[in-house]
């Protein structure tokens, strides 16, 4: 990967609660995984019902693809020409380790804006609307 100065996007596409559910548990199910990898999925699969996947907002990837250490990355929504919302951030995403440009069965899952902490730390000057 190369870095570059340019702001990279791509497309999402937001699914239910439970089809995330479902294809966290497929991606176990399906893939062949290497070594080790098993106990990843496992912990990724924890954490959705730790967390709470209910409070997260899921998507899938339409035709762009998370990669590692996008933690942190923003969840833009476009509204209108040129007017853009940010959702939330990411907190978990999915590769497939056996074939990195595949996008089949893979989905991430981002953590709404906290619109009170927001506030909270910019002492009021900064105000959102929240999801």
Request: proline share 5%.
């Amino acid at each position: 990967m190369t870095r570059s100065d340019q702001l990279n996007y791509g497309k999402m596409r937001m699914i239910s609660t439970q089809k995330c559910r479902e294809m966290a548990n497929e991606q176990k199910n399906s893939f062949q995984w290497s070594a080790g990898d098993d106990a990843a999925i496992e912990s990724m699969l924890n954490e959705f019902e730790t967390y709470g996947l209910e409070n997260n907002i899921c998507v899938v990837p339409e035709p762009s693809i998370g990669e590692p250490g996008e933690s942190g990355s923003p969840l833009m929504l476009k509204i209108g020409t040129n007017n853009w919302i940010q959702l939330g951030v990411a907190t978990k995403t999915s590769c497939n380790s056996k074939d990195p440009t595949s996008t089949e069965g893979l989905f991430a899952q981002y953590t709404p804006i906290d619109c009170a902490w927001i506030a909270n730390g910019t002492n009021g000057k900064v105000k959102c609307i929240g999801w």
